[in-house]
Nanobody, 125 residues
Framework: QVQLVESGGGLVQAGGSLRLSCAASGRTFSTYAMGWFRQAPGKEREVVAAISWSGGNKYYSDSVKGRFTISRDNAKNTVYLQMNSLRPEDTAVYYC??????????????????WGQGTQVTVSS
């Protein structure tokens, strides 16, 4: 069992930055692929970024490519999402998720086994 706790969300003006963190419990964090997803009101949950267990493979959605960076520190059981040049359309609840068999990440929410509670990100124009 893995528990995930996100932090770092908040209110920021357009063009600003935030760094989200997701702290995981358990000794097997380094074997999990990790993903960041977001869900805006009235919309489906969508992948933002994902990273393999080693950090060697990363994925970004087209909407955040060049602005967001996913990284992980397996020694600290933590995955990060650095968000720069934020836009109002980035406003959503952001979730981190863990996937067993972490050699390959996935962009599908249904592939992930554990989820955090979410953290709100609001970008004002």
């Amino acid at each position: 069992q893995v528990q995930l706790v996100e932090s770092g969300g908040g209110l920021v003006q357009a063009g600003g930055s935030l760094r989200l963190s997701c702290a995981a419990s358990g000794r097997t964090f380094s074997t999990y692929a990790m993903g960041w997803f977001r869900q805006a009101p009235g919309k489906e949950r969508e992948v933002v970024a994902a990273i393999s267990w080693s950090g060697g493979n990363k994925y970004y959605s087209d909407s955040v490519k060049g602005r967001f960076t996913i990284s992980r520190d397996n020694a600290k059981n933590t995955v990060y999402l650095q968000m720069n040049s934020l836009r109002p359309e980035d406003t959503a609840v952001y979730y981190c998720a863990a996937k067993r068999s972490g050699i390959a990440y996935s962009t599908s929410p249904t592939s992930y086994d554990y989820w955090g509670q979410g953290t709100q990100v609001t970008v004002s124009s």
